[in-house]
């Protein structure tokens, strides 16, 4: 059965500094993962995805996202935060073997706050 | 090209009411999806569809009917509201994932509505 699990409920950093935001999966098969970021009072938009190919993805405004099958690991880096990054952040698990769109997890989500 | 649509942003009902959610999507995408947002719980699928005249049920689909008459056009309803379905609804569209081999299949998400049930 797939999940996916946001080990961090909140993440704060200084703007300046690193984000990492992590994102642990399970799936039966080969998944895509995605990460969708949500700014307040907003629809979700992509930021990036892996779909088995190159496993560091990049995304927009300078994320990125090493896929670790070993560690069943996606999480999500930005070398230097910046105000406009404070949102909230999912990380999503999709099987591309169904049609089926119950095969499309989502995670609880991360909010990221970027202090000063 | 407007994306995805949603309407109405805000609502507010009384138990009991009914209403309607309308999205649309001019993206020509086979599969349509709404969403329920409530903190600390991520989205939660309601139902979905795979293509014109198709819908089927997600994880949270009870107190909720949608209809998909047109391609573009994906409606959800509820019946009698109850002060649970409090939430932000999300609409989403998505080309066949299984067609597309995994790079189409992301999703493209509505603004959302906020739906108070007092």
């Known amino acids: 059965a797939q999940s996916v699990t946001q080990l961090d409920s909140h993440v704060s950093v200084s703007e300046g500094t690193p984000v990492l935001l992590r994102c642990n999966y399970s799936?039966?098969?080969?998944?895509?993962l995605f990460w969708y970021v949500q700014h307040p009072n907003k629809g979700l938009q992509l930021l990036l995805k892996?779909?088995?190919?190159?496993?560091l993805v990049k995304g927009i405004n300078g994320f990125e996202a090493e896929f670790k099958k070993s560690e069943t690991s996606f999480h999500l880096t930005k070398p230097s935060a910046h105000m406009s990054d404070a949102a909230e952040y999912f990380c999503?698990?999709?099987?591309?073997?169904?049609?089926?769109?119950?095969?499309?997890?989502f995670g609880s989500g991360t909010r990221l706050s970027i202090r000063p | 090209n407007a994306g995805v649509t949603q309407t109405p942003k805000f609502r507010v009902l009384k138990t009991g009411q009914s209403m309607t959610l309308l999205c649309a999507q001019d993206?020509?995408?086979?599969?349509m999806y709404w969403y329920r947002q409530d903190p600390g719980m991520g989205l939660r699928l309601i139902h979905y569809?795979?293509?014109?005249?198709?819908?089927a049920k997600g994880e949270v689909p009870d107190g909720y009917n949608v209809s998909r008459l047109k391609k573009q056009n994906f409606l959800l309803g509820l019946e009698s509201a109850a002060p649970s379905q409090t939430s932000v609804y999300f609409c989403?569209?998505?080309?066949?994932?299984?067609?597309?081999?995994?790079?189409?299949?992301?999703?493209?998400f509505g603004p959302g509505t906020r739906l108070t049930v007092t």
């Open positions: 993206m020509n995408h086979e599969y």
């Open positions: 892996y779909t088995s190919a190159a496993t």
């Open positions: 799936s039966s098969y080969s998944p895509s």
């Open positions: 569809s795979v293509g014109e005249g198709t819908t």
């Open positions: 989403a569209s998505s080309f066949n994932p299984r067609l597309a081999g995994g790079p189409g299949s992301e999703q493209y």
């Open positions: 999503v698990v999709s099987d591309p073997g169904y049609s089926s769109a119950s095969k499309i997890i």
